[in-house]
C-alpha cells in the first residue's frame, strides 16, 4: 500500500555533489523516522543517515560534515544532500520510512534504491 520512489541517484566526479529525495505515497498514518541506507559492491548496506520524529539526526562517521538529512513531513518526502562525495560514496542508495499506515500498525518500508557512483 506504501510505496516509496526515489531519485536523484547519478555519475558525479570526485568533489562534486547530488541530492536524493525520496517520495512515499498511499495510506500514511504517522512517521516515526526517516533513513537513507547505502549498499557498495561485497559490502553490507551501512545505514548512513537518520532522522527521528523530525528533529534527531544520527549519520555514519564517514559522511559526517559532507551528508545532510532532511524531510518534508507535510510531503511524506525525505531528502539526503550529499556534498563532497568520494569514491567510496559509491554505493546503492535506499530510503526506508518507519511509520504506521494506521493506528497499530507499524513498519519499515523500503525504496527500489538508486545508483550513485563518483569517478573520474
Known amino acids: 500500500q506504501v510505496q516509496l520512489v526515489e531519485s536523484g541517484g547519478g555519475s558525479v566526479q570526485p568533489g562534486g555533489s547530488l541530492r536524493l529525495s525520496c517520495a512515499a505515497s498511499?495510506?500514511?498514518?504517522?512517521?516515526?523516522?526517516m533513513a537513507w541506507w547505502r549498499q557498495a559492491p561485497g559490502k553490507q548496506r551501512e545505514l548512513v543517515a537518520a532522522i527521528t520524529f523530525g528533529v534527531r539526526t544520527n549519520y555514519a562517521d564517514s559522511v559526517k560534515g559532507r551528508f545532510t538529512i532532511s524531510e518534508e513531513r507535510a510531503k511524506n518526502m525525505a531528502y539526503l544532500q550529499m556534498s563532497s562525495l568520494k569514491p567510496e560514496d559509491t554505493a546503492v542508495y535506499y530510503c526506508?520510512?518507519?511509520?504506521?499506515?494506521?493506528?497499530?500498525?507499524?513498519?519499515?518500508?523500503w525504496g527500489q534504491g538508486t545508483q550513485v557512483t563518483v569517478s573520474s
Open positions: 526506508n520510512f518507519d511509520l504506521a499506515v494506521r493506528l497499530g500498525v507499524r513498519n519499515n518500508y
Open positions: 498511499g495510506s500514511i498514518f504517522s512517521i516515526y523516522a
